[in-house]
Every structure is written in C-alpha cells, then in structure tokens.
C-alpha cells in the first residue's frame, strides 16, 4: 500500500523528491501517513478534496485483497 501513495503522489506534485510515505500498522488497521511540500499540498488535496477522497478510494479498493482496513492520512 505504501508504494501506491507514493506513486500516485509522485505523480501529481511539482516536487516528488519531498514525498514520504510511512506505514504504522495497529492489528487489522494500517495507517498510511502522506507527507508533501508545503507548495503541493493543494495538489495533493485539490478542489473540495476530491483528489484526497479519489487517494483514499483507490488506496481502500487495493486494500481488500489483503483483508486489512488502510487509513491515508495527508501530513
């Protein structure tokens, strides 16, 4: 999971050499922490956080075949 927030994060701001992505992992929950320059954070969000909202669905979709629930959160 955390390599797929990377990339699509990678994709989609000005600066992907300051995309991290981090993992802590709580039983069945995983939490994915997305931390990005302070000049794409509106990228990363967009308009009415819908590019936020799309990251999480895809990021919850993937996350079904391993039957674990994954949080992404946007640092």
Request: glycine share 6%.
């Amino acid at each position: 999971m955390k390599e797929l927030v990377e990339v699509i994060a990678k994709a989609l701001v000005d600066h992907p050499e300051e995309v991290t992505v981090t993992e802590k992992e709580d039983g069945k929950r995983l939490t994915i922490e997305l931390h990005v320059a302070a000049s794409d954070m509106g990228k990363v969000i967009g308009k009415q956080g819908k590019i936020a909202k799309a990251i999480r669905s895809v990021v919850r979709a993937a996350s079904f075949k391993e039957n674990i629930r994954v949080d992404v959160d946007i640092i």
